[in-house]
């Protein structure tokens, strides 16, 4: 095993480490959420962006994007013609050959062949929920067809999810990755609150990241903040992934407290993701003592350094360098100490 892939799988598993691993993303497509079908260079685009970033700032582990197959396409198309939650029982699972599956099996495969045995890699995959919602136009369109037929809306997020089963253990078993980074966000409308969330949603979530777990995956649980969504984490605490990242500075969460509401399990975070954020515009003293007060406040274990969601595409990949460098710095202090 890589010392690479040893360092991070060992604060995954909440075991001593010389240093704490550092892990930053973003999309490499010209525009993610689009369809590779529609523009296949979407696909040479999202491979090209991963192999360079690989080679100039030599990651700990790579998140490996889904750019141009965020959405099925077929699953799409019904979503999108829905006038009432009983329009969702049109749909129906795709075929376990589906190109929309194998595709996204051998893009990991390419991406895992070229760097997986030096680096960690975990594959993004959103939600069934996260898939419906943008579909049918948003999250009050959501919470309403759930007060409107809440067993339609159920059977719609159980097909989405038997489709996105076989993406995630597709990629694991035969694509490489070592796992899923699978994205979940509470509904941004307080008409589903936690029960609710608990008997429509949770249920598809979980297929996802048990049949990622069974073929062997360590999976990574994305509570997505992404332009300041908020979440409840507790709602999502008894989830079965390895680790979690998180929306710290949106949700105003440290990491150490994250580590309580998730029984100690090991966590991703603690900058802000966006332009505003010490990340992107601050100097290298900045960034370097936020990094510092980071782990001071959260410890050393069990902690791996990041950002509440995807950072800008054209953020200058020294400033994930001088992160790493304060992360060494701060156990060479200790250990002087």
């Avoid at 975990?122 to 049918?136: E, G, V």
């Avoid at 796992?179 to 969330?197: A, E, F, H, R």
Wanted: aromatic letters at 10%; proline letters at 3%.
């Amino acid at each position: 095993m890589s010392d690479k892939r040893e360092l991070v799988f060992r604060a995954f598993n909440n075991e001593s480490v010389e240093r704490v691993p550092v892990g930053f993303w973003f999309h490499y497509a010209q525009k993610e959420g689009g369809s590779a079908y529609e523009h296949p260079e979407y696909r040479e685009q999202n491979i090209k962006g991963h192999k360079h970033f690989v080679e100039s700032f030599k990651p700990d582990f790579v998140k490996l994007m889904s750019d141009g197959y965020f959405w099925e396409p077929k699953t799409t198309e019904v979503l999108k013609s829905a006038n009432h939650a009983s329009d969702l029982r049109a749909l129906n699972p795709i075929a376990n050959d589906d190109k929309w599956i194998l595709d996204q099996i051998s893009l990991v495969k390419e991406l895992t062949t070229s760097f997986g045995s030096e680096v960690a890699t975990f594959y993004n995959i959103f939600s069934p929920a996260t898939a419906l919602k943008i579909a049918i136009g948003g999250d009050k369109r959501f919470a309403e067809f759930i007060k409107e037929d809440k067993e339609s809306v159920i059977y719609a997020l159980s097909v989405i999810a038997q489709n996105t089963q076989k993406v995630a253990s597709g990629v694991i078993r035969e694509g490489g990755a070592d796992g899923i980074y699978i994205s979940v966000q509470s509904v941004q409308d307080l008409s589903v609150g936690p029960d609710l969330y608990a008997e429509v949603i949770s249920p598809a979530e979980l297929s996802v990241l048990a049949a990622a777990n069974a073929v062997g995956g360590t999976n990574i649980l994305h509570v997505c903040g992404f332009l300041g969504k908020r979440n409840n984490l507790s709602w999502f605490k008894n989830y079965p992934a390895k680790v979690i990242n998180f929306a710290s500075v949106v949700e105003g969460v440290s990491l150490s407290e994250a580590k309580k509401i998730f029984g100690g399990k090991a966590v991703i975070g603690g900058f802000a993701n966006g332009a505003d954020g010490v990340l992107y515009s601050g100097t290298k003293e900045e960034i370097q003592a936020e990094t510092k007060r980071l782990l001071s406040e959260a410890g050393r274990t069990g902690v791996i350094l990041g950002a509440d969601c995807t950072v800008p595409k054209d953020i200058d990949f020294e400033r994930f360098e001088w992160v790493r460098e304060a992360a060494k710095e701060t156990i060479a202090e200790k250990a002087s100490a």
